[in-house]
């Protein structure tokens, strides 16, 4: 059973920097996508940024120029590099890898931005 851990989230000042981790315990065979996503208290979860295999990334607008998401194929890890935090970026940060016939979700990783 794969598993995806996330880690790198914590208390940040606004304007300051986070670098969030999903590592997957086991390759995935036919991997398409590798996704963040985050849910604040009350809201739905939306996606963040993206990127494939190839890598073609895409992010929300909310965080574009911001936030970078990038893959390490030989560490089996996706990375999520978050400057210039909002109070408005708190969430409980999520990754999902998408396979052709599948998909994983990670556990959470808490971010809080104070103003």
């Known amino acids: 059973q794969v598993q995806l851990v996330e880690s790198g989230g914590g208390l940040v000042q606004a304007g300051g920097s986070l670098r969030l981790s999903c590592a997957a315990s086991?390759?995935?065979?036919?991997?398409?996508?590798m996704e963040w996503y985050r849910q604040a208290p009350g809201n739905q979860r939306e996606l963040v940024a993206a990127?494939?295999?190839?890598?073609?990334?895409n992010y929300a607008d909310s965080v574009k120029g911001r936030f970078t998401i990038a893959r390490d194929g030989a560490k089996n890890t996706v990375y999520l590099q978050m400057n210039s935090l909002k109070p408005e970026d708190t969430a409980v940060y999520y990754c999902?890898?998408?396979?052709?016939?599948?998909?994983?979700w990670g556990q959470g990783t808490q971010v809080t931005v104070s103003s």
């Open positions: 999902k890898w998408v396979a052709s016939t599948n998909y994983y």
């Open positions: 086991h390759f995935i065979f036919s991997l398409n996508t």
């Open positions: 990127i494939t295999i190839g890598g073609n990334t």
